[in-house]
T-cell receptor, first 114, second 117 residues
Framework: AQSVTQLDSQVPVFEEAPVELRCNYSSSVSVYLFWYVQYPNQGLQLLLKYLSGSTLVKGINGFEAEFNKSQTSFHLRKPSVHISDTAEYFCAVNLNTGFQKLVFGTGTRLLVSP | GAVVSQHPSRVICKSGTSVKIECRSLDFQATTMFWYRQFPKQSLMLMATSNEGSKATYEQGVEKDKFLINHASLTLSTLTVTSAHPEDSSFYIC?????????????FGPGTRLTVT
């Protein structure tokens, strides 16, 4: 069975600093990978996704992620964060088998302070 | 873009009563909808997968008689929490997949906060 690990439950960072949120997955088959952001008391918004092709994926709000198959990772990065980026970030995996079920990581709380 | 709505956004009910939550795809047809539950400061846990016109598929450990799911049309799925108890208090989120498929992207609703007193 596949699983998703987000090792950091919380990442504090100062405004305008770079940030990396880590995501590792385990799966015996190829996968699709997603990053979602959740603001308080709201649903999830897709930041970016990797389906195939270039391993560097660019998303909304200046975020990007790199798929590394050998390390089974899909880390999320932003070169300069804003206060408004404070939110919960979820990494998710979907098996590339035609069944569209998502498995989520436990989430990483990004706290941006001035 | 694809928009999914949920109604109500918040609901408070008394223990022992039932409450219905609606999930609608506003600008696309959703052949598949998912229902998730999220406890405070935790991740989303899939409860069930709902396909239009057929019975929902529940995840292990989810009581199908307690959480009734109906996907009667390509734009509407409902989750009914029957005989609700305080431990059912949670944030319920639905998502939908476009019938055209291909991208495997789920579009999420804004969630419903259920509080059982």
């Amino acid at each position: 069975a596949q699983s998703v690990t987000q090792l950091d439950s919380q990442v504090p960072v100062f405004e305008e600093a770079p940030v990396e949120l880590r995501c590792n997955y385990s799966s015996s088959v190829s996968v699709y990978l997603f990053w979602y952001v959740q603001y308080p008391n709201q649903g999830l918004q897709l930041l970016l996704k990797y389906l195939s092709g270039s391993t560097l994926v660019k998303g909304i709000n200046g975020f990007e992620a790199e798929f590394n198959k050998s390390q089974t990772s899909f880390h999320l990065r932003k070169p300069s964060v804003h206060i408004s980026d404070t939110a919960e970030y979820f990494c998710a995996v979907n098996l590339n088998t035609g069944f569209q079920k998502l498995v989520f990581g436990t989430g990483t709380r990004l706290l941006v302070s001035p | 873009g694809a928009v999914v709505s949920q109604h109500p956004s918040r609901v408070i009910c008394k223990s022992g009563t039932s409450v219905k939550i609606e999930c609608r795809s506003l600008d696309f047809q959703a052949t598949t909808m998912f229902w998730y539950r999220q406890f405070p400061k935790q991740s989303l846990m899939l409860m069930a997968t709902s396909n239009e016109g057929s019975k929902a598929t529940y995840e292990q450990g989810v009581e199908k008689d307690k959480f009734l799911i109906n996907h009667a049309s390509l734009t509407l799925s409902t989750l009914t929490v029957t005989s609700a108890h305080p431990e059912d208090s949670s944030f319920y989120i639905c998502s939908a997949i476009s019938g055209t498929g291909g991208s495997y992207e789920q579009y999420f609703g804004p969630g419903t906060r259920l509080t059982v007193t």
